[in-house]
């Protein structure tokens, strides 16, 4: 420091409030390489001497393996190699808690499409016929195939761990007095409802590709969201150090969610390299991509709410039943997600919430896009409409009187900051025409609103550790152009557009004059990937810090040459010049110059972790974030009472994105989730059927094929009209919260409320098909209620709740009853928490 | 299966390519996996999502679907015959600067339906466009942006450099009452 020019210098620059780049419309980093076609997906990867692979799938959905004869399929012309379960005896899965798969099932098989052998060949034609000719016998069990079966049917057990028989998880939890809350009510409120399971569906089938470097080191490329938990998974089935393993997630050709979980097509293709010393590629078809699924869980609802006659609401009760699928995936976390969110939009000052997630032998459920949380919006969201139209109060009205308020916590102990959804719901209010509208159309036409909030990211990362979520290294040298190496994954959502601009925000370069190096476990920072709408927030702020740290040593190294104190520096338009003389000064390249020749090879790091949050009760790890976003939508729909047969005419979103990075990238998300959620309120559904006994009794995916797993086309798609609303985060990169996941939450309620203002009966499920339009207006038309949906929600023992008193009631983020508790919650492995906690002290 | 090969000439983006395949080998397999044309990508393979779309002739067809074996003497593009010299085709330039190609894996199949689109009709109606590609899923974008960047750049082919999408497109609609405000 004797050289310093002057005694204030180690102080940088301070980021202006004129941004140059952030809030506006530029064309996304890896825009021309997506219109060309360079692009490298990983299924376009291809090595000097590759082999391909492909895996034997369960033809039974439950059933112990009697035996496996490869003899045929061994002898067949191209064939190199074959792997069967034993080869890989450790079990994975991406929640420490539910490590329940095997990269190849040993003893036992659980749904059709569970992989069973695996198969190498010269070129893939060779692989599938060897896949043909191998045999396995099977030894059938009973099949559990819907939550009431698993219910019903604990012996056997799909899996032999889980809270009790074949449910997996049980969970109940209470947040202040809820009958104290109920007896304040003037009128009780109840309704069951359904959310059928649906599929991401991504244009891209799952590819990996895996090729050995040294007889113990491997690189795996893949089309994953989660590089890091791949890697994880891969040490531990491997049996590596992690540092021999090298994950690249190459940009993803769609995910929302479905190529979050670590998956066994990626384990055995590394297994089958590491065995032939060869590289190794596998593209799933389209059918096994259903069979991967980790899709939206079918969950059955009962929400109950205590309301006073001017609709204040005063308790919740919510009981929500999760089918899970054939193992745990993150289901854990997606029990929780069906009740965390509830409170976030409007005061609920007590609430209590009970969930079961079911094991069934069906293709395992997981994340989608809104993770867990828009079943029990779409049912928090419609009953809210019934409550407002019995009570004879507008549902905007209704919503808008009793917000949650901005920088406050919750009753379950989560703390909100910025709170957009005033402005929100006023926006499409106003713009859809709403107070003429709204009950006042002919039959057969109806507008329906509904609200919906969600994470900027998970709080908390999947195992329990205290390093950075996400962290971001720059290079800079001579050359003037900044190398930036982060873990995070380009799914589509425009993640590496983010990082980079927010980089040249704050070096004030173009940026084009960046060099991303993403999603590489070898050689970028750690981010735990794209999921929960973390990657803006975190990788951003990793990013400013990263980029602020470059800013100070390049001002330090201008600040000697141009003799001007560093902080009066400003970097911008590719220049490094005093703020009160912009004409002196250097350009970004001669800065770096300077800095390069007083300080050396320079390189900044900069890292993310969220704030902590206040609460303190086992399972209060799911549902904390840094920043809430709020969406509210008006939907106008119009049916055809005499066939029950419906269009959406418009949609009106507005979404609270905190700050717009790139206004253009977030309108792709507003009008990607519109579409999105209206795929799943009318037609998207994953289901299954029985066969006949005859042909085997199988459950079989009823239709494992993008003709039939129906979605909406461009024909389908109506106008939208998107308001995007800036209500700045403190906690956001400039302000910036999430938009890839919220905008879906309120399109399944507001489509099941606009068929209600059109033809006035209820549909309390989704999909909403013709024939349940129709069903309900007839019952309505025998004198019965007009409605079509579930009719009870089982009986389930929950025992006595976990009691966590509110931060209205004086309490401290704690449960008070521990001991007795009647179920155990909590998402991480007692080993991990205990560890995580001695790290602490 | 049969695994009897064939050797043929194909017209691959006006070039001619002496190509040995398969011979039950689909035109999407022999363009990814014998010519290394990995822009053209698939999404089921079995004619249903219009990810393969590539133009024969002219006209888009699902490569998928194609026998490479009957492509012989006819003139086939793809996405990586678009650009002109180094500059982006309009409808690629367009679906860039508009976000159109999220995560682009469906985006070279619309691309070339857009493009055999443009060659038949330079001002098809927002009706017309939707027509014509209603056969190419995409899952990302909700199909706005890629409607609004093929009018942008059926107007830029025409001619018509004062066109611009709607201010809509990328900033969203004006909120209602905010200006009132803001003045």
């Known amino acids: ?841 | 299966m049969s695994q009897q090969s064939t050797t043929r000439t194909l017209r691959v983006n006006g070039e001619p390519q002496q190509v040995a395949f398969a011979v039950h080998h689909s035109l999407l397999e022999v363009l990814r996996e014998e010519l290394g044309l990995t822009g053209t990508k698939h999404g089921c393979e079995l004619g249903e999502c219009g990810t393969c779309t590539v133009l024969i002739d002219g006209k888009p067809v699902l490569s998928c679907l194609e026998l490479a074996a009957e492509c012989e003497g006819r003139s086939i593009e793809t996405v990586e015959g678009m650009m002109q010299g180094n500059q982006l085709h309009p409808l690629q330039s367009c679906f860039a600067d508009l976000g159109a190609a999220q995560c682009g894996y469906c985006t070279p199949g619309i691309l070339l339906a857009a493009q055999a689109l443009l060659a038949e009709n330079d001002s098809p109606t927002r009706d017309q466009i939707v027509e014509a590609l209603s056969g190419n899923l995409c899952r990302c974008t909700g199909y706005h942006k890629i409607l609004e960047a093929i009018e942008w750049a059926a107007a830029r082919l025409r001619g018509d450099d004062q066109y611009q999408p709607p201010n809509s497109a990328i900033y969203g609609d004006p909120v209602p009452g905010k200006q009132a405000k803001d003045v």
């Not at chain 1, 389209?286 to 205590?306: A, Q």
């Not at chain 1, 969600?454 to 003037?480: C, E, F, K, T």
């Not at chain 1, 059109?758 to 129709?774: E, L, S, T």
């Open chain 1, 1 to 841: 420091m004797s050289d310093a020019v002057h005694p204030d210098d180690e102080e940088g620059p301070v980021t202006s409030d004129q941004l140059r780049l952030i809030g506006t419309p530029f064309r996304r980093v890896d825009g021309r390489a997506k219109v060309t076609g360079q692009t490298r997906f990983a299924d376009d990867l291809s090595f000097p001497r590759m082999v391909h692979m492909k895996l034997v799938r369960s033809t039974v959905p439950h059933a112990n393996i009697v035996s496996i004869d490869t003899s045929k399929a061994s002898a067949m012309a191209g064939v190199v190699g074959l792997l069967t379960g034993e080869s890989m005896p450790d079990p994975f899965g991406i929640l420490p808690v539910s490590q329940d798969e095997h990269a190849l099932c040993i003893d036992k098989v659980r749904f059709v499409g569970d992989p069973v052998v695996a198969v190498a060949a010269l070129t893939e034609d060779q692989a599938h016929e060897a896949a043909l000719a191998v045999e396995v016998e099977y030894q059938p069990l009973e099949t559990i195939a819907t939550v009431e079966e698993a219910i019903a049917t604990p012996e056997p057990r799909i899996h032999d761990y889980g809270d009790e028989g074949n449910l997996h998880k049980k969970l109940s939890m209470e947040f202040g007095d809820v009958d104290a809350g109920f007896e304040e009510a003037d009128q009780i409120f109840e309704d069951v409802m359904y959310f059928e399971g649906n599929t991401h569906l991504p244009m891209e089938q799952h590819a990996t590709v895996a090729l050995t470097e040294e007889t113990d080191r491997i690189t795996v490329y893949s089309s994953t969201q989660t590089p890091h938990y791949l890697h994880r998974s891969l040490a531990k089935v491997l049996g590596l150090p992690a540092a021999r393993i090298r994950v690249i997630a190459c940009p993803n050709g769609g995910g929302f969610g479905g190529k979050s979980d670590p998956f066994n097509h990626e384990i055995c293709a590394a297994k089958m390299a590491l065995t032939l010393g060869r590289p190794v590629k596998i593209c799933l078809t389209r059918e096994e991509v259903f069979y991967c699924h980790r899709g939206r869980h079918p969950v059955l609802m009962k929400i109950r709410t205590g309301v006073k006659k001017d609709g204040t609401l005063t308790a919740q009760h919510l009981q929500t039943a999760l089918d899970g699928g054939a193992y745990g995936s993150y289901g854990v976390a997606s029990t929780y997600y069906t009740g965390a969110l509830q409170t976030v939009t409007y005061d609920l000052p007590k609430y209590r919430f009970e969930s079961i997630r079911a094991f069934t032998n069906k293709p395992p459920c997981g994340p989608k896009r809104g993770h867990g949380t828009p079943q029990p919006r779409f049912a928090f969201e419609v009953h809210l409409d019934k409550i407002a139209h019995q009570l004879a109060i507008d549902p905007a009205q209704l919503r808008l009187q009793q917000l949650v308020a901005a920088d406050s916590v919750t009753s379950n102990w989560l703390k909100v900051g910025s709170m957009g959804l005033g402005k929100c719901i006023e926006a499409v209010v106003e713009g859809s025409g709403w107070n003429q509208r709204h009950g006042k159309m002919p039959e057969g036409r109806g507008l329906g609103l509904a609200c919906g909030s969600y994470l900027s990211g998970a709080g908390l990362p999947i195992y329990w550790n205290h390093m950075p979520q996400s962290g971001v290294q720059l290079q800079l040298d001579r050359s003037g152009g900044v190398a930036l190496f982060c873990g995070e994954t380009e799914i589509g959502q425009g993640s590496d557009s983010v990082i980079a601009a927010i980089t040249a925000e704050i070096l004030g370069i173009d940026l084009k004059d960046i060099r991303l190096c993403v999603a590489d476990t070898d050689l970028t920072p750690v981010d735990l990937g794209s999921y929960s709408s973390r990657v803006t927030l975190m990788a951003g702020n990793a990013a400013i810090e990263a980029a602020e740290r470059a800013r100070t040593l390049v001002a330090r190294g201008a600040a000697k040459k141009l003799d001007v104190p560093a902080r009066e520096l400003v970097f911008a338009e590719g220049r490094v010049f005093h703020g009160e003389n912009p004409e002196h000064g250097l350009s970004f390249q001669e800065a770096v110059i300077e800095a390069e020749s007083r300080f050396g090879t320079l390189g900044t790091t900069g890292s993310y972790t969220p704030p902590r949050s206040p609460g303190r009760y086992r399972g209060a790890g799911v549902g904390p974030s840094p920043a809430y976003s709020y969406s509210a939508a008006v939907v106008e729909a119009e049916v055809d009472p005499a066939t029950g047969i419906y269009r959406i005419e418009h949609v009106w979103m507005a979404h609270d994105v905190g700050k717009c990075i790139n206004p253009a990238l977030v309108m792709g998300q507003i009008e990607g989730s519109v579409y999105m959620g209206l795929g799943e309120a009318m037609m998207e559904e994953q289901v299954f059927r029985r066969l006949p006994k005859k042909r085997s009794g199988a459950l079989v995916h009823k239709h494992p094929s993008m003709l039939e797993y129906k979605s909406p086309t461009f024909a389908e798609m109506p106008p939208v009209t998107s308001y995007i609303i800036e209500d700045p985060d403190p906690n956001g990169p400039f302000g910036a919260k999430e938009v890839g996941q919220g905008p879906l939450l309120p399109m399944m309620p507001a489509v099941a409320n606009a068929i209600f203002d059109a033809v006035g009966v209820r549909v309390d499920q989704v999909p909403i098909a013709p024939h349940m339009i129709r069903q309900a207006i007839e019952a309505r038309e025998k004198g019965k209620p007009g409605r079509f949906g579930p009719k009870s929600f089982p009986e389930i023992e929950f025992g006595v709740p976990l009691k966590v008193p509110t931060p209205a009631e004086g309490g401290d983020g704690k449960a008070t009853n521990v001991d007795d508790a009647g179920v155990r919650s909590g998402t991480g492995t007692m080993t991990e928490r205990k560890d995580a906690v001695k790290g602490e002290n």
